[in-house]
């Protein structure tokens, strides 16, 4: 190849030795550039044109060129040449088009499109799969429906683009408005078509259309069967996808590695963790998605040690992880609170150029947060080129945790001030550093924010940060009121806050009604005996101290005896009435 590159060099080099030159010249020259994709001696064929003024007498030296630099991504040149092409065809047009598209650039893309004087097939059919792409899925149907107005049919490769556009934006009424002019159309019968099909609904959450598809396919390939396995993986039906791969095996059909890895993640969310760990090791080739998604079901199945270990295996097989594996084995040193794994693991993703990937450096803000090296967390996030919600929500939490609650405040402003949209998770380090550093006033103020200025509803974790502050600062009444107004029903943690708070406070009254609630809700939770339990001590009162004992070690005795004698009790003295 360095051969005919070498020559196609000389022989440019040749044409500047002489001047000027013909068509004749210039046509094959230019083709040879087209031939061996050489877009450094094409840009000096074009320069060695301009410098002598050539104009050739139609588009085809020109739209060559173009094509090329278009096919090479090489933008600035294309649109130079375009702009100064004194004949335009709708080949040139294409060519722009099509880089265009491939750059993900929709603004241009629609610009140039909207202002051709003639449009072909390819046109069109660059247009919807450049649309769909970056996710623009009415845009490619308006093109869809323009293109068949126009008189030209759309391919089987314009319909799945459009679909695919859909499956990506989750928009069900444009996939359907497409699926009805598939029907009736040459491509009704079109696996390639149906699998897009099958696929987008299964993605925008329409299971079963899905699978009335996937039923009536006359020829299924394993992409179909790949569709409806992912499909009900991520519509949190994991059996069906199990018993698909099941049914697969017994038609003697081969699975891939997409195959596979959904079947892996279908395992794990049903809690099959053995059986998953049987498939991967019967696995003859094992691809990095396979690997990733054992080791993610590892760490989100609390298998965290499990996670680090196939993570070890991993590299000695050579198998390069990507930023995703990375940062799951970051968060499994994070849930083991192990600093030294996690240092190593973040040397390993310098090493591999990930270090500043959003998912990876959240990940280590979190993980450091964790272990309580605060000063590391900092580093990390002051040094991210980008950051999201997750990333300010890391360092945030992870400060309150650690007991640098104005710091984590103050971060919380400045997130605000980026215009970073809060979540829930962003509230619960805020609530809880207003608790520990014991700021009331500041503390309400943002939980009522987060219903007022962020249209988002409390939840069971605000209630219950609210309840511990109010009581932490002797506000028992009002987080009574609190719990009586709250929008969900209050369950073990709220109850188990109060009880919490009231042992804090020697509050017997309120501690009493808290551990009957606890007491109904979950009557074999040691917790909530022990707690009371302890209160009774505290103040003295041995008897009921000794009742509750007895009750919590027997756990015989009828849980309505109990909740009559406490209705029998004066909440304020503990005395009976």
Same mark, same amino acid.
């Given at each position: ?414 997130? $605000?001030?980026?215009?970073?949209? =809060?979540? #829930? ?5 805020? !609530? +809880?550093? @207003?608790?520990?550093? %014991? ?44 719990? $009586?107004?709250?929008?969900?029903? =209050?369950? #073990? ?5 109060? !009880? +919490?708070? @009231?042992?804090?406070? %020697? ?52 849980? #309505? ?12 003295? %503990?005395?009976?009435?």
């Amino acid at each position: 190849m360095n051969a005919p590159k070498h020559k196609l060099r000389e022989a440019i080099d040749l044409l500047y030795s002489r001047g000027c030159a013909s068509s004749g010249a210039y046509t094959p020259l230019v083709l040879e550039c087209v031939r061996y994709n050489n877009t450094e001696q094409a840009k000096r064929l074009q320069s060695h044109m301009d410098l002598h003024f050539y104009q050739p007498t139609n588009t085809f030296l020109h739209n060559r060129l173009l094509h090329l630099y278009a096919k090479s991504g090489f933008l600035s040149d294309a649109q130079n040449l375009f702009e100064k092409m004194p004949q335009r065809d709708v080949f040139s047009y294409n060519a722009m088009l099509s880089v265009y598209s491939k750059l993900g650039l929709v603004e241009d893309l629609w610009a140039l499109f909207s202002r051709m004087p003639r449009c072909d097939s390819v046109s069109y059919n660059t247009m919807i799969a450049g649309l769909a792409a970056s996710g623009c899925s009415g845009k490619a149907l308006e093109v869809l429906i323009r293109m068949q107005k126009e008189g030209f049919e759309p391919t089987e490769y314009t319909h799945v683009s459009a679909l695919n556009a859909c499956s990506r934006t989750f928009d069900l009424r444009h996939g359907k408005q497409i699926h009805g002019r598939i029907v009736g159309s040459n491509f009704e019968g079109n696996a390639y078509i149906w699998n897009a099909l099958s696929d987008m609904y299964a993605k925008c959450g329409e299971i079963h259309q899905a699978r009335w598809l996937f039923d009536r396919m006359v020829e299924k390939n394993v992409v179909s069967w790949n569709s409806m396995i992912s499909g009900y993986l991520k519509n949190g039906q994991p059996e069906k996808s199990i018993g698909l791969f099941h049914e697969m095996q017994v038609l003697g059909l081969k699975p891939d590695e997409f195959t596979v890895s959904n079947v892996l993640g279908a395992f794990f969310q049903s809690g099959y963790v053995n059986e998953a760990q049987k498939i991967f090791i019967e696995l003859k080739e094992k691809d990095k998605i396979c690997w990733t998604t054992m080791i993610v079901g590892y760490a989100q199945s609390g298998r965290e040690e499990d996670a680090l270990m196939l993570f070890g295996h991993m590299l000695l097989e050579n198998v390069k992880p990507d930023s995703f594996t990375i940062s799951s084995v970051v968060s499994s040193c994070a849930r083991l609170s192990s600093l030294y794994y996690g240092q190593v693991i973040h040397g390993k993703a310098a090493h591999m150029g990930v270090e500043s990937d959003l998912l990876v450096s959240s990940a280590l803000v979190d993980m450091y947060s964790k272990c309580g090296e605060t000063k590391d967390a900092w580093v990390v996030f002051s040094m991210m080129p980008l950051r999201n919600f997750v990333s300010w929500n890391s360092i945030i939490v992870g400060y309150a945790q650690n007991g640098k609650d104005l710091d984590a405040l103050a971060l919380f402003e400045k997130m $605000k001030q980026e215009n970073v949209k =809060p979540d #829930s998770v962003t509230f619960v380090g805020v !609530l +809880s550093s @207003c608790v520990h550093a %014991g700021l009331v006033e500041r503390g309400q103020q943002y939980f009522n924010s987060i219903r007022d200025l962020h249209g988002m509803t409390p939840t069971l974790d605000h209630y219950a940060c609210m309840i511990n502050l109010f009581g932490r600062l002797g506000q028992m009444d009002k987080a009574i009121d609190l719990i $009586k107004c709250m929008a969900h029903e =209050p369950n #073990s943690l709220i109850w188990s806050t109060l !009880l +919490s708070v @009231c042992a804090l406070k %020697g509050d017997i009254g309120h501690g009493e009604m808290a551990a009957r609630k606890l007491f109904e809700l979950d009557p074999h939770n040691a917790g909530p005996y022990i707690t009371l339990s302890n209160m009774y001590a505290a103040c003295g009162r041995w008897k009921d101290m000794a009742s509750i004992r007895s009750l919590m070690k027997s756990n015989k005795r009828e849980l #309505s005896d109990w909740k009559i004698n406490l209705r029998g009790r004066n909440t304020t003295t %503990g005395k009976l009435q």
